[in-house]
T-cell receptor, first 112, second 112 residues
């Protein structure tokens, strides 16, 4: 699975959009981009994933660049409960490759 | 409610003692996973199982053992051979080749 690079920390004002970047310059054509988040001392929570098209769900939007070498997770109206560590993961979805490789992620702090 | 339960929330181990962490899911998922998380770090895969009575080593299996006698249950034993067991242990499950893994709340293991 390709390696990802994320900034170690970010702040965002409550009510504003939080934009979390992820670099995955070695991504291959069959690898998906996943985002999970982990609130302190809890299990990680799935947010969203995509292959090459932009995706949106009730939690967030995922913007993947045309060359697929980077992506941005957007939380449109951040609340204090969005304070967490956000992990960007790249993986092939295939039988026998079920592992999620978590890096150190981005610690997002929402400021009141 | 469907989900993954882990027990206990906190567990204390004495030197030389084996301890077993419980993980149960009622999501009817075939695949289950155990991850370890150290402070400020991402998750590392210990063991995973894609089907009952079968399991594979992850990246850091030494000092751990698992069993998968039932679809719903995937207990992890931390043996005395694991010299640095203090960590946060997370269990997850998924349908093989499905996009997402669902995580339990975790068990924090401390050595006395």
């Amino acid at each position: 699975d390709a390696k990802t690079t994320q900034p170690p920390s970010m702040d965002c004002a409550e009510g504003r959009a939080a934009n979390l970047p992820c670099n995955h310059s070695t991504i291959s054509g069959n690898e998906y981009v996943y985002w999970y988040r982990q609130i302190h001392s809890q299990g990680p929570q799935y947010i969203i994933h995509g292959l090459k098209n932009n995706e949106t769900n009730e939690m967030a939007s995922l913007i993947i660049t045309e060359d697929r070498k980077s992506s941005t997770l957007i939380l449109p109206h951040a609340t204090l409960r969005d304070t967490a560590v956000y992990y960007c993961i790249v993986r092939v979805v295939a039988f026998g490759n079920e592992k999620l490789t978590f890096g150190t992620g981005t610690r997002l702090t929402i400021i009141p | 409610d469907g989900g993954i339960t882990q027990s206990p929330k906190y567990l204390f181990r004495k030197e030389g003692q084996n301890v077993t962490l419980s993980c149960e899911q009622n999501l009817n998922h075939d695949a289950m996973y155990w991850y370890r998380q150290d402070p400020g770090q991402g998750l590392r895969l210990i063991y995973y199982s894609q089907i009952v009575n079968d399991f594979q080593k992850g990246d850091i299996a030494e000092g751990y053992s698992v069993s998968r006698e039932k679809k719903e249950s995937f207990p992890l034993t931390v043996t005395s051979a694991q010299k640095n067991p203090t960590a946060f242990y997370l269990c997850a499950s998924s349908i093989p080749q499905q996009e997402t893994q669902y995580f339990g709340p975790g068990t924090r293991l401390l050595v006395l």
